[in-house]
């Protein structure tokens, strides 16, 4: 079994195409998924205790070899400019990379149309 890690919004527009998007991204068979209200948000200002918990079960005990984030527009939980939300992105991402630094880390903007797309 093989599985990769996705930290994305609880919103349910952005389920569906995120979870497609992973698995074939990475081959991953099962995208273990951590959810909350725009969590690109806690995990930028590095105040993530809980969803870093989560990723740690999903990295040691499944052997996840991949973790993403996603943000998304029109975000209840998020609510603040496209820009604003990549600048957050690659601030979260920066912060997993130091978490988990034996793992690919890729930060995901999602739009509602479906359409995914990987941030540098
Ligand atoms: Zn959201």
């Known amino acids: 079994m093989s599985f990769s890690t996705l ?3 609880m919103d349910g527009r952005v389920q569906r195409s995120c979870n ?3 698995r074939k991204r990475f081959g991953a068979e099962h995208v273990d998924t ?3 209200p725009g969590p690109v948000k806690r995990l930028a200002a590095g105040d993530a205790a809980e969803l870093l918990k989560c990723v740690r079960i999903s990295v040691e005990k499944h052997g996840s070899r991949a973790v993403a984030i996603a943000a998304h ?3 209840a939980g998020n609510p603040v400019e496209k820009e604003v939300q990549i600048e957050e992105l690659q601030k979260a991402e920066a912060f997993l990379k130091t978490e988990f630094p034996e793992t690919e880390v890729v930060a995901l903007w999602v739009e509602l ?3 995914v797309e990987e941030i540098d």
């Open 34 to 36: 951590i959810t909350a």
């Open 7 to 9: 930290i994305n919004c």
């Open 113 to 115: 149309d479906g359409t």
């Open 73 to 75: 527009p029109e975000c």
């Open 20 to 22: 497609d998007w992973m």
